[in-house]
C-alpha cells in the first residue's frame, strides 16, 4: 500500500443525522465486533467459530461550544439525547467524492463535558447501533450506481416485434 493511499486523520468527517459534528471533535473512534458462536465438533482437534451478529459502537471526543448554531455538537447532542435513533456517517478520510464511509443508525449512550484550569472544556460522547447494521461504501460507487439507475429510467421503452 502506498503511503499517500493512508490519509491524515485531519480530513476526517462525522455526520449526525446530515448535520456535520467533526468541525468540533478531535477524535473519532468506530468499533466493529462480532459475537461468534462455538461449532465445534466431535474428533475436532482444535475449536471452530462462527460468526453472529454484528455490533458497533462510535466515540469521539471534542470540544464544547456554546454557539447557538444549530449545528454545534452540543446542540446536535442534546437533540438527540432521548430523541431515538439517529444516522450516524463517518468519513475517515474526509468525505469527498471516492472516499470511504461507514454509515449505520444508532442511539446515544452517554456523553461528558469537562473542564479543567488549563484546558479548553471538553466534550466527549458514544452512539451505540441499533436495529441496523454498518455499511461500508465508496461515495463514487453510489453515485456511479445511482447515475446507471437514472439512466436506464430514462431510455425509451423498446418495441419488440413477435410473430403471431
Known amino acids: ?7 491524515m486523520g485531519t480530513a ?11 468541525g468540533d471533535s478531535n477524535s473519532i473512534t468506530l468499533d466493529v ?8 465438533a466431535f474428533e475436532q482437534t482444535t ?3 462462527l460468526q453472529s451478529l454484528l455490533d458497533w459502537t462510535l466515540a469521539w471526543d471534542g470540544f464544547y461550544s456554546s454557539a447557538t448554531a444549530a449545528s454545534n455538537i452540543m446542540g446536535l447532542i442534546e437533540a438527540a439525547r432521548g430523541a431515538g435513533t439517529k444516522q450516524l456517517d463517518f468519513y475517515p478520510q474526509g468525505s469527498v467524492a471516492g472516499n470511504r464511509k461507514w ?10 463535558v469537562g473542564a479543567a ?4 472544556v471538553s466534550l ?6 441499533t436495529k441496523s447494521y454498518i455499511r461500508i461504501c465508496k461515495r463514487q460507487d453510489l453515485r456511479s450506481y445511482l447515475r446507471k439507475l437514472c439512466m436506464i ?3 425509451k421503452p423498446k418495441v419488440i416485434a413477435m410473430p403471431i
Open 117 to 120: 484550569l488549563a484546558d479548553a
Open 47 to 49: 475449536k471452530s467459530y
Open 124 to 129: 466527549s460522547g458514544s452512539f451505540q447501533n
Open 103 to 112: 454509515s449505520g443508525v444508532g442511539i446515544l449512550t452517554g456523553y461528558s
Open 153 to 155: 429510467a430514462m431510455e
Open 12 to 22: 476526517a468527517a462525522l455526520y449526525l443525522s446530515g448535520a456535520k459534528i467533526s
Open 33 to 40: 465486533s462480532a459475537d461468534v458462536a462455538e461449532a465445534s
Open 1 to 7: 500500500m502506498a503511503i499517500a493511499d493512508r490519509g
